[in-house]
């Protein structure tokens, strides 16, 4: 009877799967802002990402009392675990959970379970090899690594339903798991199988109704590609000379995330349906392009990601994660969030990537998290495996399990943060200045990046490190933000606009906002399309320019002379600006077109636009930038920050919680605008804060 239900409801997934599809968007928007600490009991989360299925049982009371020492109150655990949980098909084996939670529970520690479809079992490979995903060469990939099934086949969506189901049914109800994590880092690979294709067909017809609206879209009267059936519609191959329909491609890139949305929803929806009042959470990306993560956390009550700092760069190069954080929390309406993974150890897989990183370090990048907003770390991983791909990707203790030094900067942080949770609750990011990032933008300028040398990510980079830099915080808006608190906004190569956007960011100027602009702004409708009006097209008005002209920059041997009196390289683009009302900020300044300009500034309606045509390599080139904008919508700006420093803000009832992040190996000294108060040692520090190599110092405002 059972089995029959379980059939039952897994049928009903697949046609909620694709019916999915075509639903999304119209989910309810957010209500209440959750409130992590809240539901961690009233505590900060501090947690380990812990994998007691690969240690014998006997270890895991000296785990768990290690842990509640270094003040650890939270696991997230089972994400890897199908093949223990469901051993054979349909027969499950939650016992050990159950016993590995009676000893974590009993020492204070609440979990957050993993869905663990990240890694199906080998029996499933071998009964149902149509569950692997399929390359665009059209080879499956083989069993033997995780994450790369096909979630437009059947069997992987009857297979999906049975485990959740079976998860859900026996942990509904256990007071010692407070949430789910869905699956795990949810992305690639795209599956080019025969399903996928079926699928996409089906999305397309949902989107266009009509092979006439969707020929007229994708303009498949270039090379003559019109469709007839919908049937006939391919997966495309890009590569940078062989580039598919670029509208086609796009659609499959939003095709792509909807799928993966729509895969976390089926399990979602088993969690609600059976009952399940646990949080709901997906431990995300931050700057993965792959995902539009504002779109995906419609259906999760929280968002947590998977934060991991070293890499082989300078440490002090700090603003690569905190933008990360930025974006993670802007993707829910910057709600505060989790880190589900943060950086507990020397990363690697064949080989260490990097030196080691000295203990306090560690403890520094965890608050940057706190500083950006996140309410709980939990930190991957427990204790590093003896076995499998991550040998040499560190957990917190190594397989020795002796107290190095990583965990007493663990234990110390924990007790740090108990201490100041009090503080911290209620608290978060508000920030005077938005990025605006575009899913549609960023796709599409992946599929053709117009110059080869083209980095979006690099580009929001120039704009955001500058604002940090300058002490300024940092919000990531998507489309769909509300854009009316921010004093400035920066779109970078807002290269795929629709008239909504386009009309609220001239709302936003028209009433007082400062926007930049910058080359490749207003290139295309949102099908992907060229416009047919002078670029940058819809934002031409707004930005008082007109580009007849531009130059793509092969070598970088472009510069620009200004703002101020100061000239700077230049490279990627130059768009050749011709002002309509704007007045010149910057020209060119080698070639045929040397005294052009480069940069226009604007004003229209109660507010600002800037046009920048090119791109620096040179950090003062945006620092002027910002200067300019911040002193025309009156942002404050500390000039002083040293290299390598970060100063970030939470607030609380209009006061500020200052964190003084020193990524560097020396003791830096930091000007701040008012004598504050540590929050651990109570004691009032001088307006020139002294911060030691490697530490962090908490402020309030008394
Ligand atoms: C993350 C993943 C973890 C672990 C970690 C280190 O991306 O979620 O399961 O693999 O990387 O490789």
Wanted: charged share 20%.
């Amino acid at each position: 009877m059972k089995q029959l239900w379980i059939r039952v409801v897994c049928g009903l997934m697949c046609v909620y799967f694709l019916a999915g599809l075509a639903l999304r968007g119209q989910q309810a928007p957010a209500g209440k802002p959750f409130d992590l600490i809240e539901w961690n009991g009233g505590k900060f989360i501090y947690g380990a990402d812990y994998y007691p299925e690969a240690w014998d049982e006997s270890q895991w009371e000296k785990d768990a009392t290690l842990m509640q020492a270094a003040g650890i109150n939270f696991v997230r655990m089972g994400e890897f675990a199908w093949a223990k949980m469901e051993p054979q098909e349909g027969h499950f084996d939650f016992a050990w959970l159950d016993r590995a939670l009676k000893v974590l529970n009993a020492h204070g520690i609440r979990a957050v379970l993993g869905t663990p479809t990240a890694s199906p079992p080998a029996w499933l490979y071998a009964k149902y090899p149509d569950i692997a995903a399929m390359d665009e060469k059209g080879v499956r990939y083989r069993y033997g690594s995780r994450r790369n099934y096909c979630v437009h086949n059947s069997d992987f969506l009857a297979a999906t339903t049975r485990i959740v189901t079976a998860m859900a049914e026996h942990f509904k109800d256990h007071p010692g798991v407070i949430g789910w994590q869905i699956d795990n880092e949810v992305g690639g690979p795209k599956c080019f199988d025969p399903a996928s294709r079926a699928a996409f067909q089906a999305w397309c017809q949902r989107k266009y109704h009509t092979l006439d609206a969707l020929n007229a879209a994708w303009g498949t009267i270039f090379w003559g590609h019109t469709y007839h059936d919908w049937q006939e519609i391919p997966l495309p191959w890009n590569t940078l000379y062989d580039t598919h329909n670029p509208s086609l491609a796009l659609d499959f890139d939003r095709f792509q995330s909807d799928s993966m949305h729509t895969y976390v929803d089926v399990q979602v929806a088993i969690l609600r349906k059976i009952g399940s009042h646990q949080a709901i959470t997906h431990n995300e990306m931050g700057m993965y392009s792959e995902i539009d993560y504002y779109d995906l956390n419609r259906s999760l009550d929280f968002v947590a990601w998977d934060n991991y700092p070293m890499g082989k760069e300078d440490y002090s190069h700090y603003a690569r994660q905190a933008l990360a954080h930025d974006l993670m929390r802007g993707s829910k309406d910057n709600q505060n969030f989790m880190i589900m993974e943060q950086e507990g150890g020397l990363p690697g897989w064949a080989a260490f990537q990097g030196r080691q990183a000295p203990a306090a370090l560690y403890r520094v990048w965890a608050y940057q998290s706190v500083a950006h907003g996140a309410d709980g770390v939990c930190y991957f991983r427990w204790r590093t495996s003896r076995y499998g791909t991550e040998q040499y990707w560190e957990g917190i203790l190594d397989q020795d399990s002796y107290r190095n030094s990583r965990y007493f900067m663990v234990a110390r942080t924990g007790k740090e943060l108990g201490q100041l949770t009090p503080l911290l609750h209620g608290s978060k990011v508000v920030s005077p200045v938005a990025m605006l990032v575009s899913p549609d933008s960023r796709w599409a300028q992946q599929i053709q990046p117009g110059v080869e040398d083209f980095q979006y990510e690099r580009l929001m980079h120039d704009y955001y490190d500058a604002f940090r830099r300058l002490g300024v915080s940092v919000d990531v808006a998507f489309p769909p933000s509300d854009l009316s608190a921010y004093r400035i906004i920066v779109a970078p190569a807002l290269c795929v606009t629709d008239q909504n956007l386009v009309n609220k960011l001239t709302a936003y100027v028209k009433n007082g906002g400062t926007l930049i602009l910058t080359f490749r702004s207003g290139v295309k409708d949102e099908d992907n399309v060229v416009t047919e009006s002078t670029l940058p097209g819809p934002f031409a008005e707004i930005a008082g320019v007109a580009i007849h002209e531009f130059d793509p920059q092969i070598n970088e041997e472009q510069e620009v002379l200004g703002p101020g009196e100061s000239s700077f390289p230049a490279r990627t683009w130059s768009d050749i600006l011709d002002p309509t009302t704007a007045k010149v900020v910057a020209t060119y300044g080698k070639g045929y077109y040397a005294g052009k300009p480069a940069v226009t500034e604007n004003s229209t309606g109660k507010g600002w636009v800037y046009y920048v045509g090119t791109e620096s390599k040179s950090p003062f080139f945006y620092d002027r930038m910002i200067a300019l904008a911040a002193k025309k919508s009156l942002v404050a700006l500390n000039q002083k920050i040293p290299t390598g420093v970060e100063v970030a803000v939470r607030q609380k009832a209009g006061k500020k919680i200052v964190f003084v992040l020193n990524y560097t190996g020396t003791e830096q000294t930091v000007p701040l605008d008012i004598a504050y108060q540590n929050a651990l040692t109570g004691k009032t520090e001088p307006m020139d804060a002294q911060i030691p190599a490697y530490e962090v110092k908490i402020l309030t405002e008394r």
